[in-house]
């Protein structure tokens, strides 16, 4: 009689191979891994960041020695602060820094292509912030600028009140010069030591004393007084030549009827009415 049975059906091939299941699996980790390192070392270069510089008085020179990646650690995109919400804050940091004097320029705001905008200029350069958090411009005014709106975007950052009369001064009310009480007690050190240094060599002369001692410890002192003189008087003069050039960017400010023609925005100011509406 023929045999009629059959052989075991074989074993049906899977829809993959064990090699490519298993090259899968080892790829998904190594996957979860680079990413818990990249995590990790995210972590790690933000905390140095947040070590190294002090954001309270972030400045130019703290921005132009920063690396891409730790711009990128310490100022997270998703966080930032943009709209209408970052050019109010902004504008209230500048206000402050100008009152401050820690920047100097006019600041408006104003309207261009639909879009509302900061602009900040002197005689020097400009900076135009926009919504996005863009700062575009040239001079010391951008470099100056740059890291205000940086610092006002962040979340943290806490932007104060700037006062009523935060615009620049007129310049017939810029003082001659600063620290006067400083010079002043120079003045006086100065005066003690030349009062001493003249003392010791007098004395040397009238007591005849058989040393070298006093004369040349008088010779010092008198030294050290006129250098003091030297330098209050340099001094003074450096404040006085600040002053005037001070006054004068001030004066040119001032006399310009319009914008300098390096400012390429041609929009209209935006008072607090249209803003409100």
Known sequence: MEDTSTEPDPVSRPDRTPDESEGDAPADASDGLDADDDADDLAALRERVEAEYDFDEFGPSDMARMSAEEWDAAFDPESWITGDRLLDRAEAEL???????????????????????????????????????????????????????????????????????WSLPHPDTVPEGSGEFG????????????????????????????????????????????????MVANARLSDRFRSEEYRDRLRALRQAKERPDFVPVEGGVVNEDEREE
């Open 95 to 165: 206000k402050s820094r100008i009152a401050r004097r820690e920047v100097f320029g006019v600041l408006e705001r104003v309207r261009e292509d639909g879009e509302e905008r900061i602009l900040v200029y002197s005689d020097e350069g400009y900076a135009i912030v926009r919504p996005s958090g863009e700062v575009s411009g040239q001079g010391t005014v951008l470099r100056d600028i740059e890291p205000i709106v940086a610092l006002a975007a962040m979340e943290s950052y806490d932007v104060p009140e700037p006062p009523d009369d």
């Open 183 to 230: 010079n002043l007690m120079v003045q006086v050190i100065a005066v003690v030591q030349v009062l001493a240094g003249a003392a010791l060599l007098v004395a040397s002369l009238v007591a005849d004393l058989n040393t070298i001692v006093a004369p040349a410890v008088g010779i010092v002192f008198l030294v050290i007084g006129l250098l003091l003189f030297v």
